[in-house]
């Protein structure tokens, strides 16, 4: 069951605007928690098995610890002292800031998980273009870019085997892994610069351009973007009820 097919990309863009923006005015655990729960339950019903929001999903277990860590060390002070020690003040109210931002790194970045798999990237472009009217180049730009992903994932692995058969990825695994990323970085920058000159000998966006097909939002699209409001708003309201909300200039104070 996939109730994302067939949806406007541009719709999944406005979507995870509606459901994430709301969150950045408050710093609480309650609202993002109950964001990460709306994501995980409905990601089967939007194409994405739990065991693809997994695989696709995991950096951000490691992420989103990562970044509650700054705030608990150097974040308001308030309630009991854990731990001081010069600038580092670690006290009741930073670890909760933490946990807070920690869990709300996750409910930004879910959604665009699950929401941005199985994009189209000609649905896309023609949606930007036609929906959003962004300007011509910068559309096929963000189209060819989304096309060579794909390619970029070949020549890392490509490049991965090479190195293998070479044995140079058997030892200094640091040193491997920062060469490997130049590698990937030079051939990206070479691959765009024809591109690039391709496009332009082609003339594209030089000037207005017809569409093969027509790009438009529908009721179900409104219906998707309402929904993705619905749980912002659904989740800030069970944070003001518990008591729970915590504005971010409130926390800036």
């Known amino acids: 069951m996939n109730l994302l097919a067939g949806v406007n990309p541009v ?37 994405v098995p739990w065991r693809r929001l997994l695989h696709r999903g995991w950096p951000l277990l490691i992420l989103a610890p990562i970044a509650g860590i700054p705030m608990a060390l150097y974040g308001r002070s308030g309630g009991e002292v854990y731990f001081s020690w010069g600038l580092i003040n670690v006290t009741e109210l930073s670890v ?31 949606g930007l273009s036609q929906v959003l009217k962004l300007p011509e180049r910068f559309v096929i730009g963000a189209v060819a870019g989304l096309r060579l992903v794909t390619l970029l994932r070949e020549d890392l692995e490509a490049m991965r085997m090479s190195r293998r ?19 990937v970085l030079v051939m990206s920058l070479r691959r765009a610069g024809t591109l690039a000159t391709a496009m332009e000998a082609r003339g594209f966006g030089t ?34 009820y518990t008591g729970y909300l915590r504005p971010v200039w409130a926390v800036s104070r």
């Open 11 to 47: 719709t999944r863009i406005l979507g995870l605007a509606l459901v994430t923006t709301p969150l950045l005015l408050t710093l609480d655990v309650v609202s993002a928690a109950s964001v990460v729960a709306l994501t995980v339950a409905a990601a089967p019903l939007c194409g």
């Open 96 to 126: 909760s800031l933490a946990v807070a931002a920690a869990v709300r790194v996750l409910a930004v970045a879910l959604p665009v998980v699950v929401l941005s798999a199985d994009v189209d990237p000609t649905d896309l472009g023609d």
């Open 207 to 240: 000037g207005p351009r017809t569409h093969a097909r027509t790009s438009t939002l529908g009721t179900r699209d409104w219906v998707v973007m309402a929904a993705c409001l619905a749980a912002a708003l659904a989740s800030l309201a069970l944070a003001h």
């Open 165 to 183: 058969a070479r044995g140079v990825a058997d030892t200094r695994r640091v040193r491997y892994w920062f060469s490997l990323a130049f590698g």
